[in-house]
């Protein structure tokens, strides 16, 4: 499946499209690994991970030229992530939510507030506490494999699937586990344990988030999905984001124009 898609306009906007329909417009080159400063060593297959993650716009620093490799990963950012990833619903109007932490005009998190909605409508997470989400929250390893699995759909499988045996995992997530690990979508640390009740960090969550990605593109290698513009806002002098609503499988179908005033703007499409 086609992921990406650049378009250079005379303007000199350049629009970026994501696995999930989040398409991103900045006045330089799209962001990509070289961006942050702790991700200038990478070696050439991981930095493909992350340039791949980063330029669909499913990823983003923590700070000014900062990634944040290491950093623990927090609930809203893994809503983000699930649901561009998962290809979910997203409706980026939405200004309420049924959780009572979840709040819009949070600085630190509201962003995330439709991301929120849309993983809880698709059966991924049902929150942290009777009516909250907690947001801020860290997301332990096991947790991130129960969460990835039901995006892939495979909650019942892995409830019955033979559980690890590994002190480092919480008897309830044992067989989320073992088949995060047979999915390849997580691995085990060099002492062997899995560490499923450490806390998953941001380059745990972009590794495993990009092998979900890849199966669900697998899985669905000719979908094609009628999308229309959700919402779209100027955020900066030459850079204009854009929310469609839903998914793009095929970004060759895909047919950008700007206009300034009564006239359009003439463009040039790059897919990758």
Same mark, same amino acid.
């Given at each position: 499946?086609?992921?990406?898609?650049?378009?250079?306009?005379?303007?000199?906007?350049?629009?970026?499209?994501?696995?999930?329909?989040?398409?991103?417009?900045?006045?330089?080159?799209?962001?990509?690994?070289?961006?942050?400063?702790?991700?200038?060593?990478?070696?050439?297959?991981?930095?493909?991970?992350?340039?791949?993650?980063?330029?669909?716009?499913?990823?983003?620093?923590?700070?000014?030229?900062?990634?944040?490799?290491?950093?623990?990963?927090?609930?809203?950012?893994?809503?983000?992530?699930?649901?561009?990833?998962?290809?979910?619903?997203?409706?980026?109007?939405?200004?309420?939510?049924?959780?009572?932490?979840?709040?819009?005009?949070?600085?630190?998190?509201?962003?995330?507030?439709?991301?929120?909605?849309?993983?809880?409508?698709?059966?991924?997470?049902?929150?942290?506490?009777?009516?909250?989400?907690?947001?801020?929250?860290?997301?332990?390893?096991?947790?991130?494999?129960?969460?990835?699995?039901?995006?892939?759909?495979?909650?019942?499988?892995?409830?019955?699937?033979?559980?690890?045996?590994?002190?480092?995992?919480?008897?309830?997530?044992?067989?989320?586990? !073992?088949? &995060?690990?047979?999915? %390849? *979508?997580?691995? @085990?640390?060099?002492? +062997?344990?899995?560490?499923? =009740? $450490?806390?998953?960090?941001?380059?745990?969550?972009?590794?495993?988030?990009?092998?979900?990605?890849?199966?669900?593109?697998?899985?669905?290698?000719?979908?094609?999905?009628?999308?229309?513009?959700?919402?779209?806002?100027?955020?900066?002098?030459?850079?204009?984001?854009?929310?469609?609503?839903? !998914?793009? &499988?095929?970004?060759? %179908? *895909?047919?950008? @124009?700007?206009?300034? +005033?009564?006239?359009?703007? =003439? $463009?040039?499409?790059?897919?990758?």
């Amino acid at each position: 499946m086609k992921k990406n898609i650049t378009v250079i306009l005379s303007l000199a906007i350049v629009f970026s499209m994501g696995a999930g329909g989040a398409m991103v417009a900045e006045s330089d080159a799209a962001k990509d690994a070289s961006s942050f400063k702790d991700l200038k060593d990478l070696d050439a297959a991981t930095k493909a991970k992350y340039d791949e993650m980063i330029k669909a716009g499913i990823f983003d620093g923590v700070g000014d030229g900062v990634f944040g490799v290491k950093e623990k990963m927090n609930r809203a950012q893994f809503a983000k992530v699930a649901a561009l990833i998962f290809q979910l619903k997203v409706d980026p109007s939405l200004k309420s939510s049924l959780f009572s932490d979840v709040k819009a005009d949070d600085p630190a998190n509201g962003y995330a507030s439709p991301y929120i909605e849309a993983i809880y409508n698709a059966g991924i997470t049902d929150g942290y506490a009777d009516k909250q989400f907690n947001p801020a929250g860290e997301v332990s390893k096991e947790q991130l494999a129960a969460f990835l699995l039901r995006g892939l759909k495979l909650d019942s499988k892995a409830k019955m699937a033979p559980g690890v045996s590994d002190k480092t995992v919480s008897d309830w997530a044992r067989g989320y586990v !073992a088949l &995060a690990l047979e999915k %390849k *979508l997580m691995a @085990s640390g060099p002492d +062997g344990t899995f560490g499923g =009740t $450490s806390a998953a960090t941001r380059d745990v969550l972009l590794f495993s988030a990009y092998e979900a990605m890849k199966q669900v593109a697998a899985a669905k290698p000719d979908t094609v999905t009628n999308v229309s513009i959700a919402q779209a806002e100027a955020t900066g002098a030459k850079s204009i984001t854009v929310m469609l609503s839903g !998914a793009i &499988a095929d970004t060759s %179908k *895909l047919k950008v @124009s700007v206009s300034r +005033g009564a006239s359009a703007q =003439t $463009s040039r499409r790059e897919v990758e």
